[in-house]
């Protein structure tokens, strides 16, 4: 059993160096931003529970694609302030009033 199981790890490992280094690196190094991209996403999701709406739903709204609102909800996205006010405008929500508060 023992020999089994080595052969499938070793059959199943990653031959390429893992990025979890950089990719904490890039988190710290953009956490700013960050905190900011998944407040954002926070407040659409919270929009999308209680009108009970799906991405497509929010895609139409916003005027892109389900695919894009995806990447919003992600928390990762580096939004321009000419983004975020037509998200505001299109969902009638404040994404950013805590930075006015």
């Not at 799906?54 to 321009?80: M, W």
Request: glycine share 2%; hydrophobic share 40%; with cysteine.
């Amino acid at each position: 059993m023992k020999e089994k199981t080595l052969r499938f790890l070793e059959a199943h490992e990653s031959h390429e160096a893992s990025s979890f280094v950089d990719e904490a690196k890039w988190r710290q190094e953009n956490n700013a931003w960050i905190r900011w991209s998944q407040s954002i996403a926070l407040k659409i999701v919270d929009f999308m529970q209680e009108n009970n709406l799906s991405r497509a739903d929010i895609a139409e709204r916003l005027g892109c694609t389900p695919q894009y609102v995806s990447k919003i909800l992600s928390g990762k996205t580096n939004f321009s302030f000419k983004t975020i006010a037509e998200i505001e405008r299109r969902l009638g929500i404040s994404c950013m009033e805590k930075a006015f508060a």
